[in-house]
């Protein structure tokens, strides 16, 4: 791999969170994550502070700022963009260089690429106008089931039972959950349910590209357990997932900032 | 992003001829009446040179382009579709005729005359007319919401004289003589109709012209269009729908046969000789499908940021224009048939045969006839990719555009497809799909 020699940032500004990466040499040397909110620019200046303090650098010291995300353009400041899909599938073939597919569970969509082995986009898919194939979806069924958002995933994994959730539909599948809950059926195969009609949602967009065994899931729902447990099985393989996997869009900005690029 | 100016470029000089022509066949339809003309409606499909054989003065609005011409007017559109919601009408209905049946519940016009007494369009300070009811309706059917539509127009109008063909009789390759004649029989019985409800004797020799217009405007329009071949395009798609929406309005009209005849043919022909471009940056060419977001037809200029021409369509070439495979193997405009008319039933027939060999008419059959037609255009304009919109607002057009995308992945063709909806601006997300776009300009080396 080429060695990178100069200091960049990503900023991933998503529909709920803004992440920031800065990469020196190959190496993360910093990172943060802050909430978006109403006032998005403060809010992602404020993550790029937070990063460039924890290594005691200042905006004079980046060679070179990129921002992604759905929100890319509100970046207080930036030298380029680069669409999301892009950065995910850098970052996913910098991570893991087998590589060839990525899907990106974010709050407010899903994504679906393959790529190359210098990780450019050869084919995407995006799950839009829909929250039933993205966090959010998570989000809303634990608080239908009065589950912290941290412990759903691994509640999943203790279901007993696969329940069908027929939902297309975030609004209907609450109701459907509400029916689950009068018929008194435990809150992990609920949990369960609601993953499983979430990875076949998302498995269904990912098929419309074509996957091989390589597959890297990326984005802030890859840390549930329970939704990663369910696109395996709903796929038939092993995906990677990466520490820290909500960082990943960021790190392909800080990637796309410097250069780089795989299959070297 | 590139933003090399490698051709000179100019605006089309016939440009505002075609405008004159899109405003005086509103103006017409609206002021029929009062010159005692009569008026009609009917698709832009139909057989338009039928009702033409009832005299100069028979002036017709076509639906598909009366229903794009609201969505271009935001506002009055979401009035229109709320209105036609009001009513019970889904909202997953084609979009086109919500705001077709929405502009008679509301019983607003488009256009109407602004203080200087000029006809305008309502967006451009005009008090808008009431809709002006049509006094019969000559519709065709093949798309599964074309005879329905106009049975909801006729109640809602309190009851007009409505006569429907059925032209589904199969894709062009299986065409026989009987096909051809179970629609011209049809014809038949409608000119009869027509001469019933109107009170008027028919003109054959005012058919015969009217096909004839038919065969010059078909063919000379997929001539311009085979002329956007040329590396520069000479035209880009956002021009070409302003454009080809002529043929949708009276392709057998002789203003429209003269335009694109004697106007826009010489043209481009002229701008491809001198190299002259839609965009002068001219890198990466790719082509849409179906109808685009009326509203949002900003998204074809925002292409151009990357160097990136639409060149055109299947739907944009192949609704208006008729076409066939030439000798060297590719595609030009169909043979003009040299047949002089000698009676009605010959000349109805020869107008049935070519008619049905209609590009935009093949793919109601097979997904796959579609298909081909796509690959062959992604080869034969030496397209980079493929747009596709999976367009809420159009089923007929829009069914098999999935496996449209597979077809064209594998001949090697990178296609982005994006969701939205020809005629309702509220399932179109203008961000989200710029977004898209960015990602794909980013796939086909443009960004």
């Keep these: 791999m080429e060695v990178l020699k100069m200091i960049t940032i990503g900023i991933d500004i998503g529909a709920k969170n803004i992440k920031v990466v800065i990469l020196k040499d190959n190496k993360i040397i910093a990172k943060s994550n802050v909430l978006a909110g109403f006032e998005v620019t403060k809010s992602a200046q404020e993550a790029i502070d937070k990063a460039l303090k924890k290594v005691g650098l ?18 207080p400041f930036y030298d380029d963009t680069k669409s999301i899909v892009g950065c995910d599938s850098l970052a996913a073939v910098f991570l893991h260089p087998q590589t060839r597919t990525v899907i990106d569970v974010g709050a407010e969509e899903g994504r679906g690429m393959r790529c190359d ?34 412990e759903f995933g691994a509640l999943s994994l203790k279901a007993t039972e696969e329940i069908p959730m027929n939902a297309q539909c975030t609004v209907f599948a609450e109701s459907e959950v509400v029916t689950m809950v009068h018929n008194k059926v435990s809150k992990a195969n609920m949990a369960k349910a609601v993953h499983d009609a ?12 074509g996957f091989n065994k390589d597959v890297a899931l990326v984005g802030g729902v890859a840390k549930n357990v329970g939704f990663v447990d369910s696109l395996n ?27 780089w690029k795989g299959g070297k | 992003m590139e933003q090399e100016q490698k051709y000179p470029t100019e605006k089309l000089k016939c440009w505002n001829g075609a405008k004159e022509i899109r405003m005086k066949y509103y103006k017409d339809y609206a002021e029929a009446h009062d010159k005692g003309g009569l008026r009609w409606a009917g698709g832009a499909w139909t057989f338009d040179a039928i009702p033409a054989g009832l005299g100069d003065d028979v002036f017709p609005i076509t639906s598909e382009p009366y229903g794009a011409t609201i969505a271009f007017d935001k506002e009055l559109s979401i009035e229109c579709m709320e209105a036609a919601e009001k009513e019970g009408y889904p909202r997953d209905l084609c979009s086109y005729m919500r705001n077709y049946w929405g502009s008679i519940i509301i019983d607003k016009y488009p256009f109407g005359y602004n203080d200087k007494k000029e006809f305008v369009p309502r967006f451009e300070g005009a008090k808008a007319l009431g809709f002006p009811k049509p006094d019969f309706i000559w519709q065709d059917h093949i798309c599964c919401s074309h005879a329905k539509w106009y049975q909801v127009v006729s109640d809602l109008e309190g009851g007009i004289p409505m006569f429907t063909v059925d032209n589904a009789v199969g894709p062009s390759h ?75 309005l009276q392709k057998a009209g002789e203003q429209v046969a003269d335009f694109y005849e004697k106007n826009l043919l010489p043209e481009v022909k002229q701008r491809v000789k001198k190299g002259i471009a839609a965009i002068p940056n001219e890198r ?28 055109g369509s299947l739907y944009t070439f192949g609704l208006i224009g008729q076409w066939e495979v030439k000798k060297d193997g590719t595609w030009g405009p169909k043979t003009i048939p040299e047949i002089e008319f000698s009676s009605r039933d010959q000349a109805l027939y020869e107008y049935v045969k070519y008619e049905l060999h209609k590009p935009e008419w093949q793919h109601f059959y097979s997904c796959h006839l579609k298909s081909d037609m796509m690959i062959r255009i992604a080869k034969e304009w ?34 982005m497809a994006f969701e939205g909806n020809n005629a309702d601006e509220r399932e179109f997300d203008e961000a989200r799909t710029k977004a898209k776009i960015n990602a794909f300009m980013e796939t086909l080396g443009a960004k």
Aim: some cysteine; overall charge neutral; proline content about 4%.
């Design chain 1, 198 to 209: 979430m990875a076949s949602r998302i498995s269904s967009m990912v098929r419309k590209i």
């Design chain 1, 233 to 259: 099985k709903d796929l038939g393989l092993e995906l990677f997932v990466p520490k820290d996997p909500e960082y990943v869009g960021a790190l392909g900005a800080a990637l796309a900032a410097a250069g």
């Design chain 2, 284 to 311: 990466y060419r790719v082509m849409s499908d179906t109808q685009p977001p009326w509203s949002f037809l900003s998204i074809f200029r925002y292409l151009e940021k990357f160097g990136c021409v639409s060149v």
């Design chain 2, 174 to 248: 299986e065409l026989t003589d009987s096909k051809i004649k179970y629609v011209v029989e049809q014809l038949k019985d409608g000119i009869k109709f027509l001469e019933k409800v109107t009170g008027r004797d028919y003109d054959d020799e005012l058919l015969y012209k009217a096909i004839r217009n038919h065969f010059i405007s078909t063919s000379k329009w997929a001539e311009i269009c085979a002329l956007n071949k040329a590396v520069p395009a000479p035209l880009d798609e956002k021009s070409i729908y302003s454009l080809y929406v002529l043929g949708t």
């Design chain 1, 117 to 150: 082995e210098t990780g450019k986009i050869l084919d995407f898919e995006v799950n839009e106008k829909c929250a039933a194939g993205a966090g959010a979806f998570t989000e809303a069924m634990s608080r239908a089931l009065e589950v912290p958002l941290e």
């Design chain 1, 58 to 75: 200042t905006k004079k010291d980046l060679d070179k700022t990129i921002s992604t995300g759905t929100g890319e353009k509100l970046a």
């Design chain 2, 382 to 415: 030496k397209l980079n990719g493929v747009m596709l919109h999976y367009n809420r607002g159009c089923e007929g057009l829009t069914v098999g555009i999935a496996e449209n995308r597979l077809a064209l992945l594998e001949a090697g063709y990178p296609v």
